[in-house]
């Protein structure tokens, strides 16, 4: 069974720094795409960022791209969204999901199949 436990949310202040982690179960990162996903109050969830470990691609929005950074470790099966000069914008619940398919249609965020159940990151001003 695929399984996908978010951890590493919580409240910081604005221009400070968070880790959240995606502890994957039941298949390898390094057979999948992973992405980080996240959805504000109000508004549609969005993808920020996926990893495709075994072909060290990774890629990222505009609007995180040079804060966020995008991880896998292999032998933890877990994979990592390191988010620096956090903004109040960025205030949202973080969720990561896995993609069995490898291809162009990742850049659109599909494929994306199985989830976890989130973990909120709120940053105040």
């Known amino acids: 069974e695929v399984q996908l436990v978010e951890s590493g949310g919580g409240l910081v202040q604005a221009g400070g720094a968070l880790r959240l982690s995606c502890a994957a179960s039941g298949f390898s990162i390094d057979d999948y795409a992973i992405g980080w996903f996240r959805q504000a109050p109000g508004k549609e969830r969005e993808g920020i960022s996926f990893i495709t470990s075994r072909h060290g691609i990774t890629y990222y929005v505009d609007s995180v791209k040079g804060r966020f950074t995008i991880s896998g470790d292999n032998a933890k099966n877990t994979v990592y969204l390191q988010m620096n000069s956090l903004k109040p914008e960025d205030t949202a619940v973080y969720y990561c999901?896995?993609?069995?398919?490898?291809?162009?249609?990742?850049?659109?965020?599909?494929?994306?199949?199985?989830w976890g159940q989130g973990t909120q990151v709120t940053v105040s001003s």
């Open positions: 999901a896995a993609a069995g398919t490898i291809g162009s249609q990742l850049l659109s965020w599909e494929g994306f199949d199985d």
